[in-house]
C-alpha cells in the first residue's frame, strides 16, 4: 500500500471512486508479494501492479466494475491455459487478489497511513477479505504498535457491534500488532468471531514499515551513481562526508540528504538517537584509513549485535588488506571482520561509477533476502523467493 498511497490518496481527495486490487495470498512461483497493489482510477489509469502483468489486464476489468457496484470481491488466478485462452500465471503459481473500491470515505484512514508513513512510523492495515456475513468484508482498521490503537474510517465497531464482530476485532488487532513486528505484509485465516483454529473468514495485514536506510560514506562520483539507483530501490539514502567542498548537495540529486560531519561520529550520533537498525546498509566508499577505520571498528561491532544489516567498503584488494590490519590493530577479532563486504559489490565485470552501483546494490538485496549472487541460470532454488 505505500507505494500507491500518494496517487490513491490525491484521487480520493478530488472524489474519485478507485479500485483498488491487493494480492493477498500466494502458493508456489509468483512474481509480486502479498501486500502488492494495482489501483485503477479515474479513466482507467492503472497505477501498481499484482503480477508483473500475468493478470493485470482481467484485474482492472475486476476493479472497474467493483467501483460501479461497490460490491469487495475476491478472485484467485492459477496456472494461465493457453489452450482455454484462461487469465492466470505463466510462472507456475497461484494467486489470489482482493479488490475493493476506496473513496473519500476512507480519507481518515488513507490519511492516517499518510501521517504514520511521514513520521516513519510502522503501521498495519487489516482488512477483511473473506468472511461469512458479506457486510464485514472489506472492513479495516489501521493498528500501530499499541495493540490498543486500533481506529477506522467510520469509527466505532469497524467488524460490528454484536459479539461476534467484537471478538473478531480483538483476535485481529492483537495478531496485528504480532504482523507489524515481523515487519512483512501477511494473511491468516479465522472462524467467522476470529477463532484462531477456525476457518471462514481471512484478513489481509498490510505492513507499511519505515524505508529501509542506505549510508554512503564518501561524496565520490561513484556515491552519486550510487544515491540514485538506490532511491530507485525505496531505499531512503544519505551521504555523509567530512570535507564540505566535496558534500554538496547539488552533486547528489538522489539523496535525501547530505552531511557533512567525520563519519564515526555521525554513525555514533545516528545509533544513540535510535536511527539504525537491522534495516541500515553501510557503503563506505571513501577507502581513506582516517575516516574509514574508526568508522568500520564502530559500525562491525554493532553489525555484530545485529544492529546494523550490511557493512561494505570500497577499495581494491592491496586496499582491503590494509584496512584489515588496521582493523585488527584497532581490536576487531575475526567475528567482527567476518560482517565486512569487501571489496565492497558482486563481481559483474563493472566499470563505470552507475555499473558499479548496480553491483554494490545487487549485493545489499542478496544479502538482505538470503540470496546466493549466483546466475538464477546456475541454480536450481525458485526463481521467486519462497512465500513471494
Not at 581513506?288 to 570500497?314: C, N, S, T, W
Request: a negative charge.
Amino acid at each position: 500500500m505505500r507505494e500507491v498511497l500518494a496517487p490513491l490518496l490525491a484521487w480520493c481527495r478530488d472524489g474519485e471512486a478507485v479500485g483498488v486490487a491487493t494480492v493477498v495470498s500466494t502458493s508456489g512461483s509468483t512474481p509480486l508479494p502479498v501486500g502488492a497493489t494495482m489501483l485503477v482510477g479515474p479513466g482507467g489509469t492503472a497505477y501498481g501492479s499484482v503480477s508483473g502483468g500475468c493478470v493485470e489486464a482481467d484485474v482492472h476489468a475486476v476493479a472497474s466494475e467493483v467501483v460501479v457496484t461497490g460490491v469487495p470481491v475476491l478472485r484467485r488466478y492459477g496456472i494461465a491455459d493457453e489452450v482455454a485462452m484462461n487469465v492466470g500465471l505463466t510462472c507456475g503459481g497461484a494467486l489470489d487478489v482482493f479488490v475493493r473500491c476506496i473513496s473519500h470515505h476512507d480519507l481518515p484512514d488513507l490519511e492516517g497511513l499518510m501521517r504514520a508513513i511521514a513520521d516513519d512510523q510502522p503501521v498495519v492495515a487489516a482488512t477483511v477479505v473473506e468472511h461469512p456475513d458479506a457486510t464485514v468484508v472489506g472492513r479495516r482498521i489501521v493498528v500501530r504498535r499499541d495493540p490498543s490503537d486500533a481506529t477506522d474510517a467510520a469509527g466505532g465497531a469497524p467488524f460490528g457491534a454484536d459479539e461476534q464482530g467484537r471478538r473478531l476485532l480483538q483476535t485481529v488487532s492483537s495478531d496485528a500488532a504480532g504482523v507489524l513486528a515481523s515487519g512483512t505484509s501477511a494473511t491468516l485465516s479465522y472462524g467467522p468471531s476470529g477463532e484462531r483454529q477456525g476457518v471462514g473468514a481471512r484478513v489481509l495485514y498490510e505492513v507499511s514499515a519505515p524505508q529501509p536506510r542506505l549510508i554512503i560514506f564518501g561524496a565520490v562520483d561513484f556515491a552519486a551513481a550510487l544515491a540514485a539507483a538506490a532511491s530507485l530501490l525505496g531505499y531512503r539514502v544519505t551521504v555523509c562526508d567530512a570535507r564540505p567542498a566535496f558534500a554538496n548537495p547539488e552533486r547528489f540529486a538522489g539523496a535525501d540528504e547530505v552531511v557533512v560531519d567525520w563519519p564515526d561520529r555521525y554513525l555514533a550520533a545516528e545509533i544513540d538517537a535510535g536511527r539504525i537498525g537491522p534495516d541500515t546498509a553501510l557503503a563506505v566508499l571513501t577507502h581513506d584509513p582516517k575516516f574509514d577505520v574508526p568508522l568500520l571498528a564502530l559500525a562491525l561491532a554493532r553489525h555484530q549485535a545485529r544492529e546494523i544489516g550490511y557493512i561494505g567498503a570500497m577499495g581494491s584488494r592491496r586496499t582491503h588488506d590494509l584496512r584489515e590490519t588496521r582493523l585488527r590493530e584497532h581490536g576487531l577479532g575475526a567475528a567482527e571482520l567476518a560482517g565486512l563486504h569487501s571489496p565492497i559489490g558482486l563481481d559483474l565485470g563493472a566499470r563505470t561509477p552507475q555499473e558499479t552501483a548496480v553491483s554494490i546494490l545487487a549485493e545489499i538485496v542478496a544479502h538482505r533476502w538470503g540470496g546466493s549472487g549466483r546466475p538464477l541460470a546456475a541454480v536450481t532454488t525458485p526463481v521467486h523467493a519462497p512465500g513471494l
